[in-house]
């Protein structure tokens, strides 16, 4: 059984670096398919995806973050990080760390775990 | 303003059914990636519902079904429950972004 579990502060001042981490058990990062995202929702709004990172340390960024974002596992402690400089309230969200799916012969990239979620606050 | 678009709505009254429409272009769906769909309450994290355009996750009942033609997806919910009431987002990536991408969402009213 597959959980996750992330754990952050919930506020911090603008112009700061948050530092996010997510905790997870049930698989290993152990193949290339095998893939970690973060995923944030501004309160009232839609799910917009942040990071993405895969077993052979392949690491993806949405454009829309302006290159603030770093994405990193440590296979050892079972954890991934998000680090996001330079922190606006836009930034202010619920994030969710979300296990990738590998199921054969199924095309794309899906979630088929999510964490609970951290409510972080930019103010 | 999300690269998949869903209807911001729908409602249907219990028992009947609804289609989430998920339109997308040529360099998601029309690539060949696949339509992932998310179910949410409120205050609570997304589940899957179905994977790989069409696969029901596990759990999921048989009132939920998935497809995918062209550039757009759908989800179907048959025999609407009052407990369907929720937020649904549909998914996928995107060959020009690198990138996953979601739909804005459907609140579903029953």
């Known amino acids: 059984q597959i959980t996750l579990r992330e754990t952050g502060p919930p506020l911090v001042k603008p112009t700061q670096t948050l530092i996010l981490t997510c905790n997870f058990s049930?698989?290993?990062?152990?193949?290339?398919?095998?893939?970690v995202a973060w995923i944030r929702q501004p309160p009232g709004k839609a799910l917009e995806w942040v990071a993405l990172?895969?077993?052979?340390?392949?690491?993806r960024y949405s454009p829309s973050l302006n290159n603030r974002a770093t994405i990193t596992k440590d296979s050892s402690k079972n954890q991934v990080v998000l680090v996001l400089t330079n922190v606006d309230p836009v930034d202010t969200a619920t994030y969710y760390c979300?296990?990738?799916?590998?199921?054969?012969?199924?095309?794309?990239?899906?979630?088929?775990?999510w964490g609970q979620g951290t409510p972080v606050s930019v103010s | 303003q999300s690269v998949l678009t869903q209807p911001p709505s729908v409602s249907g009254a219990p028992g009947q059914s609804v289609t989430i429409s998920c339109t997308g272009s040529?360099?998601?769906?029309?690539?060949?990636?696949?339509a992932y769909w998310y179910r949410q309450f409120p205050g609570q994290a997304p589940e899957l519902l179905i994977y790989?355009?069409?696969n029901r996750a596990p759990g999921v009942p048989d009132r939920f079904s998935g497809s995918k033609f062209g550039t757009s997806a759908s989800l179907v919910i048959t025999g609407l429950q009052a407990e369907d009431e929720a937020d649904y987002y549909c998914?996928?990536?995107?060959?020009?972004?690198?990138?996953?991408?979601f739909g804005g969402g459907t609140k579903l009213i029953v």
């Open positions: 979300a296990h990738r799916g590998t199921w054969p012969n199924v095309g794309g990239l899906g979630f088929d775990s």
């Open positions: 990172i895969f077993g052979d340390d392949d690491r």
């Open positions: 998914q996928s990536f995107d060959s020009g972004l690198r990138g996953v991408i």
């Open positions: 790989g355009d069409y």
């Open positions: 040529s360099s998601n769906f029309g690539t060949g990636y696949g």
């Open positions: 049930g698989f290993s990062f152990d193949t290339s398919r095998v893939g």
